[in-house]
């Protein structure tokens, strides 16, 4: 099931509350993000440091640090004390604080953009990419995305086919990430969980969208210097 949910990206910062049933996105501008590498631990601040230009280092640690932010507030934790670990299926989990098994999370980034999606007792996955039009969308689908989405950006023109390659783009990677298998062949069995999904409106120029495994009554947007 895909809807269309309109999200409205107030100023006021969410939470430290997420009540269940509620999903909340947090949408930042990497660019205008402090880059505070104090937040970061050792190993991110040492892959940091591997990254040859300025421009790609200073995205990947302001996500990293708005990432860790966003942790923290709902789990009443300094930033740089939030310890990262991974889960079932791969999945990015919290290992400390201890019981913070509760909180689910997505974080992505396309360009100079930032999403990060959290939520309560259920798995999340959020994808956000940069709209680009110098790509052979239906190959790349007939690849990734299956026989059906390829015929129809076959047919499709000009701008109808770059939002519709982008839009099932990233609605399939966030199946992915909240199924925790990333993106799988088409005919992967994985592709027949059935999942909420959610088309979102990030940005001019950006394509996003939400897939979650339980009901979601409200989706709420907090956006810093978007």
Known sequence: MVLVREVEWSGPLLGPELP????????????????????????????????????????WTAARVLLRHVLGRYLATEPHEVVLGEGEHGRR??????????????PSRSGDIALVAVARGQHVGVDVERVRTDLDFAAIARRALGDDVAGQLEVA??????????????????????????????????????????????????????????????????????
Not at 21 to 30: F, K, M, P, R, T
Not at 162 to 168: K, N
Not at 170 to 195: M, S, Y
Request: charged share 30%.
């Open 157 to 226: 023109r000009g701008e109808d086919r770059v939002r519709q390659f982008f839009r099932a783009w990233v609605r399939e990677e966030a199946r992915g990430k909240c199924r925790g298998t990333g993106l799988v062949e088409p005919d992967d069995e994985g592709r027949q969980v059935e999942l909420f999904v959610a088309d979102l409106a990030v940005r001019d120029g950006y394509a996003g969208a939400l897939a979650t495994d339980g009901e979601v009554g409200v989706i709420r947007g907090c956006s810093l210097k978007v």
């Open 20 to 59: 269940t049933g509620e999903v909340h996105l947090w949408l930042a501008n990497l660019c205008e993000m402090a880059t505070d590498s104090h937040a970061l631990s050792a190993d991110e601040r040492d892959r940091a440091a591997r990254f040859r230009f300025d421009h790609h280092r200073q995205r």
């Open 93 to 106: 989990i919290v290992s400390w604080p201890d019981h913070s098994e509760w909180l689910s999370f997505s």
